[in-house]
């Protein structure tokens, strides 16, 4: 068993010692310890965790580390190995979302290292920037374009430390009565499509910021990419925006829901997009697809995190 550890996320040490002690407890050697950097944030690590034979890989760290481990087991070993995860970061958006304990590093751990895995969906991002070569991430939960990820593109690092995902709410305020982008979009094998947006969301589980749920019914293991359009056209539809991302469904007109596999966004110029809160500036177009069932994670839920 390997452990992927980020050494400077918010309670990494206690992580670590949880994540031994459960190995301990269930009569396994200590994990070899992979460190993560600012060069290689997870990745690298979790591909010599498998070059190492390891069927289990822990991951302790916040929600980039996350993504990262999980992603490249998704795409190197699939569900033949299983991914545990101890969430140590601001926001631990992917925890909150696969159903796993927060501010708890022992129950975490214990779960890490000795739960059955359950498939979950894993999205995939390929991003085109203004300069520069394509680059893809995976992601868990949401990807955004538009005023969302310029919210968060504005937003202090220090803001984000502190207050973690609370910090967003008064900067988002501010922004609601701005006027959304012209956008092509293209859902599947469908035609491309001009639209007017505030927002572009492209969601792999219900579960979103502050407890939002723009798209009810998302589960990280329905095997389908849920596309949300925000399309206000005055400042009085944020009453029904905001009914529908906390439970109404209710249709209305400026919030378009839609369901699918793959997604291309063109942007009318560069700007942020930001993949479960982190945020990459200066895009151009993103690509966006869904793996069905591509990795097994410890003790996740597939539904809105609900264990």
Known sequence: ??????????????????????????????????????????GAQAREALARGCRRVVVAGGDGTVRQVVGEVAAVAGQEVVVGVVPCGTAN?????????????????RLA???????????????????????????????????????????SPTAKARWGWPAYVTPGLRRLGHAGSDLQITLDDGDPEELRAWSVLAVNAARLPLGAQVAPGARLDDGRLHVVLVQPRRVSDWGAIAAGGFGARRPHPALVRRVGRHLRVELPGPGPVQVDGDVVPDILRLWIELRPAAVRVAGARGSSGRR
């Not at 050494?7 to 269930?26: H, I, L």
């Not at 304990?101 to 751990?109: L, N």
């Open 1 to 42: 068993m390997a452990l992927v550890l980020n050494p400077v996320a918010r309670g990494a040490a206690a992580a670590r010692r949880a994540v031994e002690a459960a190995c301990t407890q269930a009569g396994l050697g200590m994990p070899s310890v992979l460190p993560t950097t600012i060069a290689e944030p997870g």
């Open 93 to 109: 958006l992917a925890a909150r979302t696969l159903g796993l304990p927060t501010g708890r590093a022992d129950a975490a751990a």
């Open 113 to 155: 290292v000795r739960a059955e895995g359950h498939p979950i969906d894993v999205g995939s991002l390929t991003l085109e920037p203004l300069d520069g070569p394509t680059s893809t991430l995976p992601f868990l939960v949401v990807v955004g374009a538009g005023h969302d990820a310029q919210i968060l593109a504005g937003l």
